[in-house]
């Protein structure tokens, strides 16, 4: 047994034939029994809590450990941290740990709060003066800085709770493991801390945590672990995992005696939103009974709308067949449900999102959905009351009592901030005896009756036309139900090259899905992925996706119609996302001329604007004007950040006029620092009379073949000759034989007046064709667009 350290891996976590062994004893006296006789004679049992588990946890990816109470999990995740030995096996971990096992556990209750923090930081190896920069941060998330010199043990749970995931999270751990749940505390606490969370897992932390909340697990993880009785069940996307384990719990649930009502869970312990197939404790006793009240309320009425901070449902209004009532009674196939939900909200730049759950009697989930899943946003007016409405058609549930949960979740579809389960309870009956839970279409046919001229559908017509074959030749699919390999794979064989799978996931990092996939019998065939990217469009704030690794097998390649893979998978991926109204305003991406051309035949794109490429010389230090340029070590330097985000305030005053990608700190700290295996040169450039007071950053890329890339400015259009100058400077002092960039020409016209010579390249700029056309060309020759507005270079 060993536990190692290696920094030289991919992994952050590997686990070789792990096991842990208790001695249990069936009294106190048994263990000096042991400890004087036991070469004669056993006095104890053995209990295995974990056994033979081997995984593998790459840099970056999220794992979701799952499994029944006593399955192991606790028992893993401590051995991960160290707070127990294995008995046997193998592991090694690459990275700090910041573990949230028993939030707290490691705190003195005689030491106060501040003096805590200090205690667990220095536990988890960062030093006194890192500390120090971070412990006002710590005190304000946790919100106890009022008591933060007294005792913890005169705190609060929710307090010692609250202090305990700050300082956890404010050390910047390279692995975060957590123990049964992602958010902690009282509510506003609660959805600031899943952000902190959410924003670990953009930033490409190793996150590994436990948790009943399978929907959670499928939803955040990129990875998920089946513990059962101490051993691996299964392993794999959580895709796969999940509906498995799902499956195996409900077996379980069969085969006890099923409540008249719903009980408590102990396998599931959260109200699962769409898509989860779990089990629910929310529905409660008063709900259960099939009596109607003889005053049955018309509307379900919650919260006050303004007597809370975050996100609250307000009223939920349910109709069929014409009754308004919190109780209703409806035919199965026949009566359409009518939902009308409202919330209120005081969540800055957030809308919330809304979803419904409906359970049997007996508490088993049978339906959900939400509305982010369909790319529709509920409305909200600006004093922040919110409003959308649902309707099931012909509703096809058959015959039985059934309760209806209302959601009111983050804009990810996964914090959940108010919930109203039950709000409506359904009295289902139908006019025939069919039993179960939904009717699913069907026809019955006799073999005598057959068409003989309508094909049996489970065989091919060899006289249908070819255009019908071709037809159902190729499916497309979402990406997030392919594995990461077999995208990887596409892509060494369509570009000739590997790509690492950390780029990959730090490309996609930001999306919902890296994009759309078609199939042709099981395999792959084309791929078109998209990278959400902040925006402003003549001075006002849109959301954009960068389009992105358009591939198209060799085999397929020259199949262009409506019905081929290239369309089929851009269609797939954009028609749902990008146009007015949708979730990303405009799409854009840098193929060249022909393929810029197949997509505008297509009606995928318009072509709205081109890419040059100036050349610049170096710039002599006998030509050097008087400026200042430091070289910026982001991991030393702590005031960057915050003077990008001044030059980015800056820059937009002049970008009124056109299309361009955000450029505030977060944007570049995650394209240039981020990016695995970048090494690209950040300097920040200043008047030498006013060195505090920067004109602009510069991002350049030395190239091994001895030319120097421009890829990116942040600044005002004044100081752009300034920041050329410097790039220029910067590549005599490397010995590169010249500067270059990639620009449109609305970005080159701010070099105007610098030494440049200007050749034309074959990269064109389609904008997303496929919703509204006069939508996309509105930019038409007004993008705003360098080198670094592409991941690709």
Known sequence: MSSENNAHTDYAIEASELSKVYHLYNAPSDRLKQLLFGRKRTYFKEYSALNNVSFQLPKGEVLGVVGRNGAGKSTLLQLLCSTLTPTSGKLTINGRIAALLELGAGFNPQFTGRENIYLSATVMGISKKDIDKKIEDIIDFSGVRPF?????????????????????????????????????????????????????????????????????????????????????????????????????????????????????????????????????????????????????????????????????????????????????????????????????????????????????????????????????????????????????????????TYYLGVLLFCRRGIFLHDEADPAITLHISQPNQERGLVYLPHKWQLASQSNPEQPNPEQPNPEAPKKAIATQRWQAINANDVSQTSLLALFEQVFGHTLDPQVWRWKYRFADTPGSVVLENKQIVAFTGGIPRKGLVFGQPESMIQMGDVMVTKGVRGILGKKGPFYLASQHYLSPRVGPGLQYSLAFGFPNERAGKVGVIRGIYNIVDKIVEPHWPPLTEANHTNTQIQMIDPHQNNQWEQQVDTLWQAMQQDTNDVAIGCRDSQWVKHRYINKPGADYLLAMVANSEQPNQPLGLLVLNHHINGTMELLDIVGSRDSALTLIEAARQITAHYKASHLFAWATPSALSWFKGSDYQSHKTEVVIPGCNINSPQHALRVKDRWWLLGGDSDFR
């Not at 996307?237 to 085969?255: A, G």
Request: proline share 6%; glycine share 6%; net charge negative.
């Open 148 to 400: 933060i010199d007294q005792p913890v043990t005169t705190y609060s749970s929710g307090m010692y709770v609250r202090l305990a995931f700050s300082v956890a999270t404010s050390v910047e751990p390279d692995i975060l493991i957590i123990d049964e749940a992602l958010s902690v505390g009282d509510g506003d606490f609660a959805r600031r801390s899943f952000e902190r969370i959410m924003t670990m897992k953009e930033a490409g932390k190793t996150i590994l945590f436990c948790s009943h909340s399978l929907y959670q697990v499928e939803a955040l993880c990129t990875q998920a672990l089946w513990l059962e009785k101490g051993q691996i069940k299964a392993t794999g996307k959580p895709s796969t995992v999940i509906p498995v384990y799902q499956s195996f719990l409900d077996q379980l649930d069969n085969r006890s005696p099923q409540p008249d009502a719903p009980q408590d869970s102990t396998t599931q312990t959260n109200t699962p939103p769409p898509g989860d197939a779990g089990q629910t404790d929310t529905a409660n006793d008063s709900a259960t009974t099939d009596a109607t009240p003889t005053d049955t309320p018309t509307t379900t009425e919650l919260t006050q709308a303004n007597s809370h901070t975050g996100a609250r449902l307000t009223r939920i209004t349910a109709t069929a067949d014409g009754v308004t009532s919190n109780t209703l009674h409806l035919i199965s196939r026949s009566s359409n449900l009518h939902l009308d939900i409202e919330f209120h909200s005081t969540l800055k730049d957030e809308t919330p999102q809304v979803a419904i759950a409906i359970h049997s009697a007996g508490g088993q989930l049978i339906t959900s959905c939400g509305s982010w899943v369909d790319n529709i946003s509920p409305e909200i007016d600006a004093e922040g009351n919110g409003r959308i409405q649902l309707i099931h058609p012909q509703l096809p549930l058959l015959k039985g």
